[in-house]
Structures are given as structure tokens and as C-alpha cells.
């Protein structure tokens, strides 16, 4: 496979890491501030896309520090992205279902 299609691909799957990992981001504040127990969520999803996200890194990057830093610019694209998307959506429900904790 040519580089250029494999700095491609590496591109592609930061993006989609990213997306899991701040999707699970956000899906984890939403049940976490609803939950009796608040810390086991955040302790778990953190631990959980953390994981997900190095182990895809280090999959993706096939030991080669040029598809490592490709990867990196798509996850960090993904957060751009889903910090564009938060703003122009609001808090929406997310107030009301905290009312309690501010």
C-alpha cells in the first residue's frame, strides 16, 4: 500500500477515535451528573477511552512517528469539531437535568 493512502487511513482513524472518545466524553457527563454514583462513571469511561484511544494510536501508527503524528492531527481535529458543536448547541437538557447541582 502507497504511504500517502496509509497517512490517509491514519488520518481517518484519529478522526474516528476522536469521535469516540469525546462522544464518550460527552455520554459520560450526561449520565454522570443524573447517577447516584457520578465518580464510577467518569472513573470508568476515562479508563475505557483512554485506552481505546492509545491502543488505537499505537495500532494506527504501524511504528512509524509520521502516521503517529497524522493520527494525532485527526483526533485533534475531532475535538475541534465537537467543540464547535457543544457551542452552537447549548447546554440544551443538560441544565435541567443538573438543576440540583449548582
Known amino acids: 500500500m502507497?504511504?500517502?493512502l496509509?497517512?490517509?487511513l491514519a488520518f481517518t482513524g484519529g478522526l474516528l477515535l476522536g469521535v469516540f472518545?469525546?462522544?464518550g466524553l460527552w455520554w459520560t457527563v450526561r449520565k454522570g451528573l443524573v447517577s447516584p454514583r457520578p465518580a464510577l462513571w467518569f472513573l470508568a469511561s476515562y479508563l475505557l477511552r483512554t485506552g481505546i484511544a492509545?491502543?488505537?494510536f499505537y495500532?494506527?501508527?504501524g511504528g512509524r512517528w509520521q502516521r503517529l503524528l497524522i493520527c494525532l492531527i485527526g483526533f485533534l481535529a475531532a475535538r475541534f469539531f465537537a467543540v464547535r458543536l457543544?457551542?452552537?448547541a447549548g447546554p440544551g437538557n443538560?441544565?435541567?437535568e443538573a438543576g440540583h447541582a449548582a
Open 2 to 4: 502507497s504511504e500517502a
Open 6 to 8: 496509509l497517512l490517509l
Open 21 to 23: 472518545f469525546y462522544g
Open 54 to 56: 492509545m491502543a488505537g
Open 59 to 61: 495500532i494506527l501508527s
Open 86 to 88: 457543544s457551542k452552537t
Open 94 to 96: 443538560l441544565g435541567r
